[in-house]
């Protein structure tokens, strides 16, 4: 109640198989990848251009490590036309237990409509996929500060036993792999063309 679905999306549900307060949390499970898969539920706060928006929810995964697929919080600004200006994102996959996901930033300039709400997403094709579940809960929306979550100390997911989530690169993407020193999983990269570096 209260929120919206995406048209053309997979809907999201209230379930009470997880929650990270009281009864209900809004749920999605990926149930094809002919195609990408996109759940969306979002609301449309009305925040001034130029000013901060700021945003939490909780979000849990049950993901395989071995999929690409993520879940999570993200703001959309969107130009008179509906064209997507550019958006803020937190996202988490594998098996991540409930874990806060936060943005904050300057509403653009053109932006008409703001949606701020909660996803899952799957590449086409991606069949560790499938099954794969979110469940977003405890959202929290202002235009003043929201403080941001405390950073762990020490490194998230060191022995890639969640697969590559919690981890960034900058040219090209490793994936999970089922060869490893110790545990199930270790990060996997392979030298697909010699152009560029």
């Given at each position: 109640?209260?929120?919206?679905?995406?048209?053309?999306?997979?809907?999201?549900?209230?379930?009470?198989?997880?929650?990270?307060?009281?009864?209900?949390?809004?749920?999605?499970?990926?149930?094809?990848?002919?195609?990408?898969?996109?759940?969306?539920?979002?609301?449309?706060?009305?925040?001034?251009?130029?000013?901060?928006?700021?945003?939490?929810?909780?979000?849990?995964?049950?993901?395989?490590?071995?999929?690409?697929?993520?879940?999570?919080?993200?703001?959309?600004?969107?130009?008179?036309?509906?064209?997507?200006?550019?958006?803020?994102?937190?996202?988490?996959?594998?098996?991540?237990?409930?874990?806060?996901?936060?943005?904050?930033?300057?509403?653009?300039?053109?932006?008409?409509?703001?949606?701020?709400?909660?996803?899952?997403?799957?590449?086409?094709?991606?069949?560790?996929?499938?099954?794969?579940k979110v469940y977003i809960d405890d959202f929290a929306v202002s235009t003043t500060p929201i403080p941001p979550p405390?950073?762990?100390?020490?490194?998230?997911?060191?022995?890639?036993?969640?697969?590559?989530?919690?981890?960034?690169?900058?040219?090209?993407?490793?994936?999970?792999?089922?060869?490893?020193?110790?545990?199930?999983?270790?990060?996997?990269?392979?030298?697909?063309?010699?152009?560029?570096?």
């Amino acid at each position: 109640s209260g929120w919206t679905t995406g048209v053309g999306s997979y809907p999201f549900i209230a379930s009470t198989a997880q929650t990270h307060s009281g009864v209900y949390s809004a749920y999605d499970a990926v149930n094809s990848v002919s195609g990408d898969y996109w759940g969306f539920i979002y609301q449309t706060p009305t925040v001034p251009v130029g000013g901060t928006i700021y945003a939490s929810a909780w979000g849990k995964t049950e993901i395989s490590p071995l999929s690409s697929a993520v879940g999570g919080l993200i703001v959309q600004f969107l130009n008179s036309s509906g064209v997507l200006i550019s958006k803020l994102e937190s996202k988490i996959g594998g098996n991540t237990d409930w874990h806060q996901l936060y943005v904050s930033g300057t509403v653009p300039v053109g932006t008409v409509t703001i949606k701020v709400g909660g996803y899952l997403w799957a590449a086409n094709g991606d069949s560790a996929a499938l099954g794969g579940k979110v469940y977003i809960d405890d959202f929290a929306v202002s235009t003043t500060p929201i403080p941001p979550p405390q950073q762990p100390q020490e490194l998230i997911n060191s022995d890639f036993e969640n697969g590559v989530n919690d981890w960034a690169w900058i040219y090209r993407p490793f994936v999970a792999s089922t060869t490893a020193h110790t545990g199930i999983y270790s990060a996997k990269h392979n030298i697909g063309n010699t152009t560029g570096p």
